[in-house]
């Protein structure tokens, strides 16, 4: 197996890269899948949606153990006299080492630089800190930067306050870095910054909450993947208010490196002021089994795809953005299309005031395939013509309360294939509009240009159970497209598969 795949595989199962053998366990707490009010959970075949699964970070059995604390003895390291000097404690760690950060309020910058070694990918260098250990630089530097190769970081809280510094800021020379079970209030600038170069790099079971008073702004992300990075994961994680949006991949500017190989898996995304996921600039890049919310009246966006290629967004459930997923958007001159970008499996349901779930301006390969969309008119935009759009596949989707406006093609040139729907109005027909032309959606299927598309009155989700389709035949109705599974003469209409 190559080391991209092997990669992937390991995040895709939850047992973090080299770390192997004895030593303390780590486990997100459970993140309820909220919505903007509550409402029954949604499910499929009765087991939650998307799936939980945890992610266990299993550290090796240290060379030694060492301790740091507050205090204004200097100590030597051991349990019975820990050291007084955070700072000055990193540099005496060799690899396999772990070092115990007690509970207290520590009032300073940690820099894993050139005074500290590296750790090894068999002996990672451990810091694990304390529940109640905190850290609260001051100043604009970041609470902890990491310039070295293979160190986990276990633990704690960083309060930045109205720092327009990283949280942490893992450094150009890093490789191999793990981040765990760590709480930060994002001040001005992002929680967790990720430099060009830097590889092998996974935040996991890690709460981002804004901090009281932050100004906050476009600079203040969650965590921020630069372009020219590569192998990044970021598992289970909480982000809530982010100002800059939870998670930014990659340079909206031309001539920048893509962010290569990142995996978005299992985190949980609330009441962002911006797209809860950008992604700028990237290759290869998996967005799995996340739970993405927005409160009503908001303008956020839960995903953005710009100058991408290798995009799979797959069994998500978005909730209130106005607008789920826009694919395509040119944000500087000369940026270039999206490509070869998967969305399926997803429940994307609006918020009151409808929306539309997916956008597409400018785009090359472009599959939204067996998505249950449930309260979104247009529930689908393609608003980009050949030669900017083309290749845009819309087939075995299940619309669910369809208001006003079913689809918008502005050439149906741009397809590959719309057809193998199902649309479920709520209230009068809705219209459609193809080349700036708008009719109503029974008369256009009537048309024949839509021939397995189908138009089907009071369909709902009995008990919110995606598998529970009643007031539609939905078994066996979808289009068989390539890597797509089918356990009947067909691919079924909607995420589940039966």
């Known amino acids: 197996m190559n080391p991209k795949a092997s990669w992937l595989a390991v995040l895709l199962v939850g047992v973090l890269p080299g770390q192997h053998g004895h030593g303390p366990k780590t486990t997100a707490a459970p993140v309820p899948a909220a919505a903007p009010v509550p409402i029954q959970p949604v499910t499929l075949e009765g087991k939650p949606f998307p799936p939980v699964a945890p992610y266990r970070v299993t550290l090796p059995r240290p060379r030694r153990t060492l301790f740091a604390a507050t205090g204004k003895e200097p100590g030597d390291g051991t349990e019975a006299h820990p050291w007084n000097d955070l700072q000055a404690a990193l540099g005496e760690l060799g690899p396999g080492d772990r070092l115990l950060v007690r509970a207290g309020d520590y009032r300073v910058s940690l820099r894993i630089g050139e005074s500290c070694r590296n750790g090894t990918t068999k002996e990672p260098i451990q810091v694990v800190f304390d529940a109640k250990a905190r850290l609260a630089p001051e100043g604009e530097l970041p609470g902890v930067a990491i310039d070295r190769t293979d160190w986990t970081l276990v633990g704690g809280a960083l309060e930045m306050k109205e720092s327009a510094a990283p949280g942490i800021n893992v450094g150009r020379d890093a490789r191999g870095v793990a981040i765990d079970g760590v709480r930060v209030l994002v001040g001005a600038g992002p929680g967790v910054r990720i430099e060009p170069g830097v590889a092998n790099v996974t935040v996991s079971n890690s709460r981002f909450l804004r901090a009281p008073g932050a100004r906050g702004g476009a600079t203040a992300p969650g965590i921020e993947i630069a372009g020219g990075t590569d192998r990044v994961g970021l598992v289970n994680d909480l982000f809530a208010g982010q100002a800059g949006g939870s998670i930014r991949i990659g340079s909206v500017f031309p001539g920048t490196p893509p962010a290569r190989h990142v995996i978005v898996r299992g985190n949980t995304m609330r009441f962002d002021d911006t797209a809860a996921i950008d992604v700028a600039s990237a290759l290869d890049v998996q967005i799995v089994e996340n739970v993405l919310v927005q409160p009503a009246g908001a303008e956020a966006r839960a995903i953005e795809v710009g100058r991408a290629r290798g995009v799979v967004v797959r069994r998500n459930e978005i909730s209130g953005f106005p607008v789920a997923i826009r694919v395509g958007f040119e944000r500087s001159e000369g940026a270039g299309p999206a490509e070869e970008v998967t969305i399926e499996r997803n429940l994307l349901e609006s918020g009151p005031d409808g929306g539309t779930a997916l956008d597409v301006e400018s785009a090359h390969g472009i599959r939204f395939s ?129």
């Open 370 to 498: 067996n998505n249950v969309v449930a309260g979104y008119g247009p529930a689908v935009a393609v608003f980009g013509k050949p030669r900017r759009t083309k290749s845009v596949t819309v087939a075995n989707n299940l619309f669910l309360k369809v208001s006003d406006t079913a689809f918008v093609v502005a050439d149906p040139l741009a397809l590959a294939l719309f057809d193998y729907n199902i649309y479920s109005p709520e209230g009068a027909m809705p219209a459609v509009e193809v080349e700036g032309t708008r009719s109503g959606l029974d008369a256009f299927l009537k048309g024949g240009k839509m021939p397995h598309s189908s138009v089907a009155p009071g369909v709902v989700l009995l008990q919110r159970d995606l598998a529970r389709v009643s007031g539609a035949q939905v078994v066996d109705r979808g289009k068989l497209l390539p890597g797509l599974e089918a356990k009947g003469s067909a691919p079924d209409v909607g995420v589940a598969e039966k």
